[in-house]
């Protein structure tokens, strides 16, 4: 016999013995103990032996089986605590006023978690994000692994590392972050995003030229990923109000203090953004090696001039 019925036959053996022993000594409290014992016992049957081991173990889908496994817990927890106050207190109107008491105080005293629990409520029903998303609230971004009622997991990027990948270390986001905070999802509805190289070049240097080969480059490395970031964006205006926006690749000039800044920007998939600029960077640099006339500037100071220096000697008096 499996352990899972250790429990039910435990408050059935107990409440037995305590039916018997009211016919010695008969008792209201007595009666209403052994009531409440059976309440626990049938929903205990309810939920953890019928639709938690044959219902939710059938389930395929490992995210699907967690939220069911989530609701039915809490549902449990919460017909239970109903049925025995129901039990024990007798007048209706002093049943109300007792939950309502109940409802305020523990809205009070736990103000927190129940913000996080209206915050996980928000994150289910709106589809703000899920499990596998890249997201970014107040400052924390990461890949989600987890979410439950009070607190979502992610697997954290950036900090002590450049760019965007990760750091190795898990953190725990309480889900009333979403209900008061922006939150970027970088990969619901379009898993592209638009990044820029910039490349600074001398005066002097020939800019058109220049210009012509980055252009060349980034529409080799981005050709392949552009036109499914087209049919994405077409995809996302059956859903939102937005205007189509290009993935053509382009190149903007800049005129600075010091050089000519040439901008290439592009589109990439949001988990390859750090390797598709490493690729388009070392084929710049390659493509500008070859050519003549073409030279990356740097950050440095000419000196035009020197003031006039006059030496005078004398003699000093003794």
């Known amino acids: 016999m499996g352990r899972s019925w250790l429990i039910p036959i435990s408050?059935?053996?107990l409440a037995l013995i305590l039916w018997l022993s009211s016919f010695l000594y008969p008792s209201i409290h007595l009666t209403r103990v052994i009531f409440t014992l059976i309440i626990i016992l049938i929903i205990y049957i309810i939920f953890k032996l019928i639709l938690e081991d044959n219902f939710i173990s059938k389930v395929s889908s490992l995210e699907r089986r967690y939220y069911?496994?989530?609701?039915?817990?809490?549902a449990h927890l919460l017909i239970t605590f109903i049925a025995i106050w129901i039990i024990w207190v007798e007048d209706i109107q002093t049943l109300l006023l007792g939950f309502g008491l109940v409802a305020a105080a523990f809205t009070i005293s736990i103000q927190d978690v129940a913000k996080n629990f209206v915050g996980g409520l928000a994150i289910y029903f709106s589809n703000l994000y899920?499990?596998?998303d890249r997201i970014e609230i107040k400052e924390k971004k990461g890949d989600v692994i987890d979410i439950n009622l009070f607190y979502t997991t992610i697997m954290e990027m950036r900090e002590?590392?450049?760019?965007?990948?990760h750091t190795g270390r898990i953190s725990s986001l309480p889900n009333a972050l979403v209900l008061s905070n922006p939150v970027?999802?970088?990969?619901?509805?379009?898993?592209?995003?638009?990044?820029?190289?910039?490349?600074?070049?001398?005066?002097?240097?020939?800019?058109r030229r220049a210009k012509s080969l980055i252009m060349d480059v980034i529409s080799q490395e981005t050709n392949m990923v552009k036109d499914i970031a087209e049919e994405e964006i077409s995809n996302m205006e059956r859903k939102y109000y937005i205007s189509k926006g290009l993935t053509d690749p382009e190149v903007f000039l800049k005129l600075t203090d010091n050089w000519i800044e040439l901008t290439a920007r592009y589109v990439t998939p949001v988990r390859q953004r750090r390797m598709t600029r490493d690729r388009v960077?070392?084929?710049i640099l390659e493509e500008i090696e070859k050519s003549e006339g073409i030279k990356i500037a740097s950050q440095t100071m000419d000196i035009v001039g020197f003031p006039e220096i006059g030496l005078e000697t004398g003699t000093r008096d003794k």
């Not at 970027?184 to 800019?207: A, Q």
């Open 184 to 207: 970027n999802n970088y990969t619901k509805d379009f898993t592209f995003l638009w990044d820029e190289v910039i490349i600074p070049i001398s005066y002097g240097s020939d800019w």
């Open 281 to 283: 960077s070392h084929k």
């Open 68 to 74: 069911l496994s989530k609701t039915f817990y809490f």
């Open 130 to 132: 899920r499990v596998g």
């Open 160 to 165: 002590w590392v450049s760019s965007d990948q």
């Open 11 to 13: 408050l059935a053996l």
